[in-house]
């Protein structure tokens, strides 16, 4: 595997499920995001993780639930979500944040519809 | 707020036609990118560009931060390169978000 991966690509689910996002870079990166594209929307950053800790969490509500195991991969847990969550949701990586501007690798996406 | 506007909104060229996609951004910033994304959703880099000129293949991009645009050129343009073309940026005190523009729609004919 190359670049970053995610997991699923597809998914749906009903408002009292439970299921997670699974991102992986292979690039060596100590920085991985979390952004959403909705239909109506323009791509919104959710969470950044250095090294493991989150920096920055953008007014997102607590149905969504990050996780950054190691560097190299990120999950996002979903749970009681809304139809209005359904969208793309990608994941990035990036060097670092320490001299900020690093350019960012993103996912395929997975693409969530909520029911 | 923080704004990126991107222009056209729209474009439909024949092949083998060049254009120019145009960013316009509020603030001083620490990174520009510019990706393409395929009708699967995947985001590809073009360019990381936050100042000067940079060339790759058939595409080419200059950024003058100092009047806060950046300009993407494609020249002799191929049905593949049909998609959106997205500009984002970091601004220089707000966070490690890459803020989106809305994004150019362009269609290649053949």
């Known amino acids: 595997e190359t670049g970053v991966t995610q997991t699923p690509r597809h998914l749906v689910m009903g408002m009292t499920n439970k299921k997670s996002l699974k991102c992986e870079q292979h690039?060596?990166?100590?920085?991985m995001y979390w952004y959403k594209q909705s239909a109506k929307k323009p791509l919104e950053l959710m969470f950044v993780?250095?090294?493991?800790?989150?920096?920055e969490n953008n007014s997102v509500p607590s149905r969504f639930s990050p996780e950054c195991p190691n560097s190299s991969h990120l999950f996002l847990h979903l749970h009681t979500l809304q139809p209005e969550d359904s969208a793309l949701y990608l994941c990035?990586?990036?060097?670092?944040?320490?001299?900020?501007?690093?350019?960012?690798?993103f996912g395929p996406g997975t693409r969530l519809t909520v029911l | 707020g923080i704004q990126v506007e991107q222009s056209p909104p729209d474009l439909i060229l024949q092949e083998g036609a060049n254009s120019t996609l145009r960013c316009n951004f509020s603030?001083?910033?620490?990174?520009l990118q510019w990706f393409h994304q395929n009708p699967w959703g995947q985001l590809i880099n073009l360019f990381y560009i936050p100042s000067g000129t940079k060339q790759n293949g058939r595409l080419s991009a200059t950024t003058v931060a100092t009047e806060r645009y950046s300009l993407l050129y494609i020249s002799s343009s191929q049905t593949t390169d049909s998609g959106v073309y997205f500009c984002a940026v970091e601004y220089l005190y707000s966070g490690y978000a890459l803020n989106f523009g809305k994004g150019t729609s362009l269609l290649v004919t053949p």
């Open positions: 603030d001083s910033v620490n990174n």
């Open positions: 690039l060596g990166h100590n920085a």
């Open positions: 993780y250095s090294l493991e800790e989150r920096v």
């Open positions: 990035a990586s990036s060097q670092d944040l320490g001299d900020r501007g690093m350019e960012q690798f």
